[in-house]
């Protein structure tokens, strides 16, 4: 596990529940109860995501750490940054590369050609949740790392849990499938080995988070989550 000096013991409370998090919507989901595990396992996501701030306490100084713990959207952002970082490491990159804590120049080479179809490309809000195909290949959770990125995961999560009739929703917990919450799982398990078999991407993820919040990608995620709101808006309207 990656060492944290101050707050080691909390982090390790962090992983334990989210292990036993994605445990409890395991053995919900084996019992059709598909709705409930979806919601745990959001909520087991974002005790990892809790996890890797804590880890990178070391690395960047955060003022506003007790707030960003508290933040649903920054512990979602912090767990889908770690999967980036296991994806940019499979790409080639070294894992002591993936770690480095750097602006993330070096990296966003790899964004050229994404943001440039996204500039040019008028049906791309059909295609957001697989934007990022060209950056991570054919990886099976792409998609909910976008979701992530672009701000919509914790729309999601409320959709899993809350009967709401308002139209910004798309379906009910009841209409929550199992190949949805089956995925969330399998991610999260990915997350805590990778944890587990190497720590040095814990601290990578800080490096990916850079990227994703730099000057070639932020922008276009910015453009992105307003689009989704617009929609989202007119919804209510209608």
Request: charged share 25%; aromatic share 8%; glycine share 4%.
């Amino acid at each position: 596990m990656v060492n944290i000096t101050v707050h080691s013991i909390a982090a390790k409370e962090c992983v334990d529940n989210a292990l036993r998090l994605m445990n409890d919507a395991h053995f919900l989901c084996c019992n059709n109860r598909f709705a409930s595990a979806y919601f745990l396992a959001c909520i087991a996501a974002e005790e990892l995501g809790k996890f890797l701030i804590l880890a990178w306490q070391e690395y960047e100084a955060n003022g506003r750490l007790e707030e960003t713990l508290r933040s649903h959207n920054a512990k979602q952002e912090a767990f889908a940054c770690l999967i980036f970082a296991e994806l940019l490491f499979r790409s080639g990159l070294r894992a002591a590369q993936v770690s480095e804590a750097v602006t993330g120049d070096r990296f966003t080479e790899v964004l050229t050609d994404v943001n440039a179809r996204l500039q040019t490309d008028p049906q791309i809000i059909e295609k957001w949740p697989t934007m990022l195909t060209d950056l991570l290949g054919s990886d099976p959770h792409a998609s909910i790392i976008a979701m992530s990125f672009f701000g919509e995961w914790q729309h999601v999560k409320h959709g899993a849990l809350y009967s709401d009739r308002d139209p910004i929703y798309d379906r009910l917990p009841s209409s929550a499938e199992q190949k949805d919450v089956m995925q969330m799982i399998e991610v999260i398990d990915r997350a805590l080995r990778i944890v587990s078999t190497t720590p040095a991407l814990a601290i990578g993820a800080l490096a990916a988070k850079k990227i994703v919040n730099g000057p070639q990608m932020k922008p276009v995620i910015d453009v992105m989550r307003q689009i989704i709101k617009d929609q989202r808006n007119a919804k209510r309207q209608r």
